[in-house]
């Protein structure tokens, strides 16, 4: 299943955005679309600006700006030449001016008289005996005044503006910590952290998710009944709780919940299972409890905890006393579920890749009734997943996406989702305006097998050793009964450690293999390494990663399969956990004879493919040579080279 890359998530249905008026910018409206105010956005750049204007005012009005200030020897000698006529004497410091005070009188009442040009100046007042004797000698007019009380932008910078500075830095700091009451924050760790999708916000519809079709008639049922729930209830029907939606990573678990969420036109609280749990004891429960209280205030709703096994772990008691915090979280989730009253109209649904992890109290009927698998798609839901990623690129004519959809056997829907969007890249880096076959084929590879990497220079001896390993696995796929076709042999390194590769591409889906399509798998594995010892006559570390996986696999069919002689259609677990150890469920013999018969199948298999391959050696070094040359051989290459192959 795929999940839908598109900008407009975030935004309503197109439909209702033609109906709805358009809103005046910086309006908020709550869940039900009332108006409830402006956002007013605060800046500190507002406060800074308020600081400065004060600051300037208070200069402008100052009374002492055109005062100068100078030392007491310097005033006293303006005194003895007569420049400094009158003194003012204050607390802290003396003002002399060069004008009387009925100077100064006759000027502000515009005397016709011509008036010298008034001075000002100030120096700190000393303890000094002498000074007024000095004022009396030279007939200075002198008196003493208050100290002048401080203006009010003075006040303002000295004592209102400091505050309001520490109330804003609070307001700041507190505001982050607790995120203005959003429960994201510290300090509101008791509050859950769902993020809530208001209606028609999801911007997804079962239209946008392909290759699950199952899976939409299992999830449609919902959101019929949170359209029409007197339809099932006037049968006396009850809507499942809770529906777990099960599958491996990619497939479109979270895109599916946002279908259904998108189709009922509901409030959709989304949330991770990992966002219940933190340091603090009771936490965990606290979010539940709330989370629960907001879904049943914007009924109907659903509920949608992703990766649920982050707090829905199966309890055990291994534990050193006390009460696990998890276990804690886990308890009041059970308690909110049993307690949901199915008309209500909320519904939990939740999503993980390990259901068998999963504590059984949570699977039971009554509270996840229902488990969806959400599956890796077939043939046809690639096909069409990849008709929704392609939908919006423009692609060559002689694009086939069922070849592509063929090729991506295997692959989730955001595999698909990821290799259509390389594609378009690719094109765009070879300054195409179209986007061709060879750049899904590329794309699909670099999934597969990592990254080119050219500039990564291999010696000769390691060039040829390199071919005649994959054209090894190559001819050993092409003698094995019922193995998919090559479809492209390559000794461009590309990932961390490949330095060749040999691609497979199966022309159907299969789901069940056979005993001898496994030893098929075990030949093809092993046909690299076989190769390498029959033209360079010793054996190198690039088969570390074949013969482990040929090793594993003859394992598994001795252990899991049943598929061994001795113990023929029986199942040999490997360990069971106990506590902090682990212990076989066999005895040594039977483990002694699990490697000895894992030794003795892979070893026989090697010989034989030794064998054919030496048979075929004028064919293995035709193609390899071949190879060399070009660097990369596709599939109808190969099969023109190998026409006369022996099989013995």
Known sequence: MAIKESGNEQQSNKMNNDKKPKEEPGIYKDLKGFVVGKRFKFSFWYFLFIILAMFLINMFFSQESNITGIDYNEFK???????????????????????????????????????????????????????????????????????????????LLSYILPLIFFLVIWRIVFSKLGQGGSGQGVLSFNQNKAKIVAEGDTGIRFADVAGADESKQELEEIVDFLKLPDKYTEIGGKIPKGVLLVGPPGTGKTLLAKAVAGEAKVPFFKMSGADFVEMFVGVGAARVRDLFRQAREHSPCIIFIDEIDAIGRTRTAAGFGGNDEREQTLNQLLVEMDGFD?????????????????????????????????????????????KIHTKNIKLHKDVELRKIAQSAAGLSGADLANIANEAALLAVRAKRKQVVQEDFEEAIEKSLAGLQR???????????????????????????????????????????????????????????????????????????????????????????????????????????????????????????????????????????????????????????????????????????????????LNGDEFESLAQNLVIA
């Open 77 to 155: 000698g303006l005194i003895r030449n007569g420049t400094i006529v009158r003194v003012e004497i204050q607390q802290e410091k003396y003002l002399g001016y060069t004008v009387t005070k009925a100077q100064a009188i006759n000027m502000l009442q515009g005397s016709g008289t011509q008036q010298p040009p008034v001075q000002a100046f100030s120096t700190y007042a000393l303890q000094d005996n002498s000074f007024i004797p000095l004022l009396d000698e030279m007939n200075v007019e002198y008196y003493a005044t208050a100290p002048p009380k401080p203006s009010i932008f003075s006040t």
């Open 342 to 386: 199915s008309r209500t109209g909320v519904i939990i649904l939740a999503a993980t890749n390990r259901p068998e992890i999963l504590d059984q109290a949570l699977l039971r009927p009554g509270r996840f009734d229902r488990q969806v698998l959400v599956d890796k798609p077939d043939l046809e839901g690639r096909l069409a997943i990849l």
């Open 454 to 632: 050219k500039s990564r220079i291999l010696s000769e001896q390691e060039r040829c050793m390199v071919a005649y390993h994959e054209v090894g696995h190559a001819l050993a796929a092409k003698m094995t009964k019922g193995a998919p076709p090559v479809s492209k042999i390559s000794i461009i390194p590309r990932g961390i450690n490949a330095l060749g590769y040999t691609l497979q591409y199966p022309t159907e889906d299969r789901f069940l293999m056979n005993e001898s399509e496994l030893i098929g798998n075990i030949d093809m594995m092993l046909g690299g390494r076989a190769a390498e010892e029959i033209i360079c006559g010793e054996i190198s570390t690039g088969a570390g990663n074949d013969i482990a996986r040929a090793s594993d696999l003859v394992r598994r069919m001795i252990t899991e399969f049943g598929m061994s002689e001795r113990f023929r259609n029986i199942t040999l677990p490997s360990t069971t956990s106990q506590g902090f150890g682990g212990t076989r469920e066999y005895s040594e013999s039977t483990q002694e004879y699990i490697d000895n018969e894992t030794a003795k199948i892979v070893n026989n298999r090697y010989q034989l493919v030794m064998k054919r391959l030496q048979d075929n050696k004028e064919t293995l070094e035709k193609i390899a040579q071949k190879l060399l040359e070009k660097e990369v």
